[in-house]
């Protein structure tokens, strides 16, 4: 084997990294995706429910979404599987199994923080 094929096999950190977060169910791997899905919200929901929702906390297939207000939260328990599917199509089959709401936003990073979310994008690419 030559040297060249024997450092072909390697990868960046990063990409490397990334295969293991993105592999297997774990702790690591379920907030590294629940930061994914943080920055790709707008993606998965689409722009309208985006801009009254966000995703702020994740543990154990159970997801929390910060919501505007009352009336939002109302017409996303209407939306609640169909949000669910598109999450687990879009990430991994099982990986949100329940969706709460709440309307406290205490303590969670907003997505108009352009620092933030550029730091986020960063770890994550």
Do not use: C
């Not at 949000?83 to 205490?106: L, S």
């Amino acid at each position: 084997m030559s040297e060249n094929d024997f450092k072909s096999q390697f990868k960046t950190g990063a990409e490397v990294l990334q295969k293991l977060l993105e592999g297997k169910a774990g702790p690591m791997s379920d907030q590294y995706l629940r930061w994914k899905l943080w920055l790709n919200w707008k993606d998965v929901v689409g722009p309208t429910v985006s801009q009254h929702s966000e995703p702020i906390s994740y543990r154990n297939g159970l997801l929390w979404l910060w919501v505007e207000n009352s009336v939002w939260v109302q017409q996303l328990g209407f939306m609640t599987e169909s949000i669910k599917q598109a999450i687990n199509q879009k990430f991994r089959q099982g990986f949100v199994k329940e969706i709460r709401y709440t309307t406290d936003r205490r303590q969670v990073p907003s997505a108009e923080d352009d620092q933030f979310r550029d730091n986020v994008k960063k770890f994550l690419k």
